[in-house]
T-cell receptor, first 114, second 112 residues
Framework: DQQVKQNSPSLSVQEGRISILNCDYT??????FLWYKKYPAEGPTFLIS?????DKNEDGRFTVFLNKSAKHLSLHIVPSQPGDSAVYFC?????????????FGKGTKLSVKP | EAGVTQSPTHLIKTRGQQATLRCSPI?????VYWYQQALGLGLQFLLW???????NRGNFPPRFSGRQFPNYSSELNVNALELEDSALYLC???????????FGDGTRLSIL
């Protein structure tokens, strides 16, 4: 049973426009969420995170929104650039648990067209 | 500051053999995590080591094992290799009990 779901395998956006990547989770114990970006032949790179006590976190062109009641988060990239083309993974963590590991979605491949 | 390093980059084995993958964490990080990314799937958690101890393991058979050395580097061992073990194996490190985890570039394991 997938606890973290990214229902869109791919997304295509024009350069300069907004990219919105979505992520849903089922486990209400998750209280910290992260987004990673992955280029081919490289490991995932940490992008941005959000704690469940917040509903928004910004870092430059990247903003993550969290809707706890809907168990939904989204990553907004504004403006999108061709260098943003990569696979984006949503990940969740139970801070209060003892597991330590992250639970990942399957990823969304973003293509930003010039 | 050096990131997480993994070796080898690629590893080719045949069914039934054993594979050893290595990981060096970021300096100061004591926690090391191993993940498997099979084709078309997300990252699946394998093992978590901290201060030389196995803290948690994912839903993988016992032939997946590992260890963490006093310098916090880690090994992942996979015994009795099966075709389905072909995947990208990623190592990550973090300060204990905290996020984010920082990943290496992975070892691509191919089973023939």
């Amino acid at each position: 049973d997938q606890q973290v779901k990214q229902n869109s395998p791919s997304l295509s956006v024009q350069e300069g426009r907004i990219s919105i990547l979505n992520c849903d989770y089922t486990n209400s114990m998750f209280d910290y969420f992260l987004w990673y970006k992955k280029y081919p032949a490289e490991g995932p790179t940490f992008l941005i995170s959000i704690s469940s006590i917040k509903d928004k976190n910004e870092d430059g062109r990247f903003t993550v929104f969290l809707n706890k009641s809907a168990k939904h988060l989204s990553l907004h990239i504004v403006p999108s650039q061709p260098g943003d083309s990569a696979v984006y993974f949503c990940a969740a963590w139970n801070y209060g648990g003892s597991q330590g590991n992250l639970i990942f979605g399957k990823g969304t491949k973003l293509s930003v067209k010039p | 500051e050096a990131g997480v390093t993994q070796s080898p980059t690629h590893l080719i084995k045949t069914r039934g053999q054993q594979a050893t993958l290595r990981c060096s964490p970021i300096s100061g990080h004591t926690s090391v995590y191993w993940y498997q990314q099979a084709l078309g799937l997300g990252l699946q958690f394998l093992l978590w080591y901290d201060e030389g101890e196995e803290r948690n393991r994912g839903n993988f058979p016992p032939r997946f094992s590992g260890r963490q050395f006093p310098n916090y580097s880690s090994e992942l061992n996979v015994n009795a290799l099966e075709l389905e073990d072909s995947a990208l194996y990623l190592c990550a490190s973090s300060l204990v009990g905290s996020q984010p985890q920082h990943f290496g570039d992975g070892t691509r394991l191919s089973i023939l």
